[in-house]
T-cell receptor
């Protein structure tokens, strides 16, 4: 059982470039999330999707976009990367949008923007 | 935005010792979650609390939902080397959107 997979594992990117971080889950979960993790700040929600075809903004959505064309995939796009987007990015999913459902996290993507 | 403050920021303890950490918020929460993150991996849920005053255990871990609903505590008894990692608390913004704490880094010295 794969759970949640993220790609790439790590990436070094020049500022101004476009980048898409991929996230796939095989648990048929309805809800999916993208977080960024920065030292001293914990995890912060970027965007979420409660079901295929819908998305919503989290705490720090600026500079990021998402799409949810199907249940399994939830890509995160940086249209024009900036150094402040250097971070570790985690994708997560939960069975439903209920706050009582456990969120399962992927292994993360370490992104460096130079 | 909301920030959950965790204390202490880091801990260095001897194997076998007990550990206590806490999380405080300026807002009232109706759910508290505790996660552990191993180095190089994503967080994993340890314990979920849904009621003020609730005390819940998971093996050597015990977590409590504070009576004021603005804090929560996590205790680890008889620590072992695999307890090493970063522990995060989390509380809901709304529904399934959570704020995460700043984390407590735990190092266990064999």
């Amino acid at each position: 059982i794969a759970g949640i997979t993220q790609a790439p594992t790590s990436q070094i990117l020049a500022a101004g470039r476009r980048m898409t971080l991929r996230c796939t889950q095989d648990m048929r979960h309805n809800a999916m999330y993208w977080y960024r993790q920065d030292l001293g700040l914990g995890l912060r929600l970027i965007h979420y999707s409660n079901t295929a075809g819908t998305t919503g903004k989290g705490e720090v959505p600026d500079g990021y976009s998402v799409s949810r064309a199907n249940t399994d995939d939830f890509p995160l796009t940086l249209a024009s990367a900036v150094p402040s987007q250097t971070s570790v990015y985690f994708c997560a999913s939960s069975a439903t949008r209920a706050g009582t459902d456990t969120q399962y996290f992927g292994p993360g993507t370490r992104l460096t923007v130079l | 935005g909301q920030q959950l403050n965790q204390s202490p920021q880091s801990m260095f303890i001897q194997e076998g010792e007990d550990v206590s950490m806490n999380c405080t918020s300026s807002s009232i929460f109706n759910t508290w979650l505790w996660y552990k993150q191993d180095p190089g991996e994503g967080p994993v849920l340890l314990i979920a609390l849904y009621k003020a005053g609730e005390l819940t255990s998971n093996g050597r871990l015990t977590a409590q939902f504070g009576i004021t609903r603005k804090d929560s505590f996590l205790n680890i008894s008889a620590s072992i080397p695999s307890d090493v990692g970063i522990y995060f608390c989390a509380g809901p913004v709304a529904g399934n959107q959570f704020y995460f704490g700043t984390g407590t880094s735990l190092t266990v010295i064999p």
